[in-house]
């Protein structure tokens, strides 16, 4: 079973064949450089410069454009959403559901911190990070995730908090809906 | 003009620089080691606070303390190179840099390595004023005080730099009035000559200096307030600041003195690719668009660090939103620079030194490491990746394997200008250039791996599941570091004249040393003896905390027998309910639990209010911890043995 999520997955696809692309470049310029040009061609290289410039400008126009609806922001559970609420402590995490936590679901959790900055960083029953967000003291800040397997969850602090932040983990249950 | 006095001053700012940097880079490098040590190898592991605290030092001293001071040391000589002096005003900003720096950095490390002070470099308020006793008052102000001079210098810095780079006769402006004068220092004459004329275009290492030199003033006064606001915190002159403001105002900061480092690095690519290409820098007027996109973007994209901070009733998700397509538009000059740096080498007679080979890797890490920030910049995905390792493997190519070959190529083309003398063995810096770059992409490509499976970033102690990677790992920082051991041999002994006198070619890069050695085999020997030396001295530190650890491990034993045999908490020591209270106020304890005769209201864990716990009881949860309670390794046998009496007597 694979370890890691699919936008980790997406990632490795995607930086695995730039880094290629990128070497494949290098290697090609490290070459060239053993059998140069007699003319002088730097004005060409110049001009074209501009068509360079409205290449990445299109490129990473089409990345914005097919990454920025995927934001994690202002999600709700709607009305069959589940609330459970989190606290972070130095270095300890209370997670206090009403009922149990169930799959198929909206699950809202409402984290807050109470003394220096937390992360909620949540963990798959097979390993892999799922979501995470920050909380810094005095806010409430808002996740919503809905768990598609059952299982043991298991809740890592990713902000850095102080001499124990490694220690401040914690687990939590999925039940079958 | 520049004469030959104003290239004297310039080379003895860079060398200054140059030098003090690489020293910090040998503390901090060797405290890198440690840190990957002590995670890999459970037998050498290091007390927690003191891991953090080593991070803290490493953070600081390798980003700002070498990589930042080196580049801009380097940026006095680029300056000079295109013909600009350093006089006057700019002159005493460039000496008052230097001396704020070192003594910014020495802050540092007396305030982590030896004052416990370990909230990370970025210090995210308000954990300086949370150090569960591991760190005081005292030190979170001379923590503060000491990163305020290090950021004063930036300024000074930047002071010197637009004093520089304004001066009318170098650049052969027409219009004297300050406005076109800056203009022209950052491009604008390309775009609109008529408006910013001058005799002659601008020298393009000029714009990223110009650019930086303006940005960095920018970025660093708000967070000269929060530090000045810390500082009076520990003093207890003023109450608490604003979480989330303080974190918007750190990254306001921390995303431009990244560019601190690449920007004065782009300079002197700028300036010396064309020297080994032998042909000028392949650039269209389209560049000055994209620096002039890179002035504005640079201080307007901090929030991307907290793309994962979007509490309810703040405007912080929005900002962040904006923040992906101004962070993309900095992709431009990186982008239009790597097109122009790699089409200045396309076909060229580039001439293949160790030098010229470290500035082509550093390129090379700049693509690779420039493509892992994409990453970072979408929103979408850092949702992944957001402070795991694979955010540590990407500023560790950035700043190791673009900042730093930049540097050590810079070194080893300038070294010889610089000093008058040659360089000391050309295969020792082969050796050093190539193992840098091919051990570090697989040393740092490994945190990248890490992350990507969710490994958290700053544990001390990683997860287990991440153990074998982490062993892997190991060999390659050992070579890593090892490799850079001949660096600093090398350059001492240049330093020291056992090259020879300097000589140049045609296009002024150095030739090799004409000092015959006697054998081959002189240089192989140095390296062996550095190698050697390296991991003597490796060793000897880890060592060192292995004896430590063991000895406090010694220390702890005998309050696990007593708790256990005796089962009333009457052990080797008798609490006393007095000092219990400061320990309980001073561990952090009020977070979780409810004890009404401390003014405790936590709901975490249970109330001692209503459990009232026996002594016995509290001695073991401290000390072992359970679940979510953590033992407290940092309370010695009578302070846990106090506050077990404290809340004892106080719950009767």
Redesign the interface.
Known sequence: ML???H??V???V??SI??IL??A??FA??R??S???EE?R?GV??????T??VI??VT?FA??MG??F?????ETAGPRGQVVRV?G??????IDAPQPIVTGRPVAFLARS????H?V?V?NPS???I????????????IVHTFSEPGTYTV???????????????TFEVKAA | MIDEQDRAIARRLTVSYIVWSTIILAASGLLGVVMRLSQAVPQLRVGDNFWYAMMTAHGLGAFVGWAGFAVMGLAWWVLAGVGFPVRGFGLVMARLTWWLMVLGVLGVIITTIFMGFGASWVFLYPLPFYGSGNWGAWATGLFSFSVLLAGLAIVTWCFGILHTVMNREALQSVSGSIGKRLGLAFGWGFLMPRTFAAKKSVPYPVIPLTVIGLDMIIATLPLAGLLIWQIFESMGVVGSANDLLAKNILWWFGHPVVYLLLFPAVAVYYWLIPRYAGRDLVAGHVIAVAWTVAVIANVFVWAHHLYLDYPSGTAQAQINTAMQPITFALVLPSALSLYSLGFTIYRSRFRWTPASTALFFGLVGWLLAGLSGIVNATIALDVAIHNTLWIVGHFHHMAMLNIGLLIFGAVYALLPELSGKALYSERMAWIHVWITFVVGMIFFGIWLVQGLDGAPRRWSVLPSNYDTLTRISLPFAFILAAAQALFFWNVMQTLRGKGGIATFDERGIPEPSKVRKESSVHSIEAAVMIVALALALIFAVGGYLVGRDVASNKDDTPTTTAVETGGGGEGTVTGDAAAGAEVFASSSCSNCHTLEAAGATGTVGPSFDEKKPSEALVIDRVTNGLNAMPAYPQLDEQQIADVAAYVNESTK
């Open positions: 370890r890691v999520s936008t980790a997406i990632i490795t995607a930086y730039a880094v990128g070497s470049i290098s310029i490290f060239s450089t059998r140069p040009l002088d730097s290289w110049s001009r074209r410069e501009t360079w410039l990445m400008i990473l990345l914005l990454t920025i995927y934001v994690p922001y202002g606290v402590v130095q270095y300890a995490w209370a109470r003394d220096v900055a992360g960083g963990y390993g892999p990070l979501f995470q967000a920050q909380v810094v003291a005095d806010h409430e800040q808002k890592h602090c990713l902000e850095f908090c102080g001499a124990g932040h490694h220690l401040m983990s914690t």
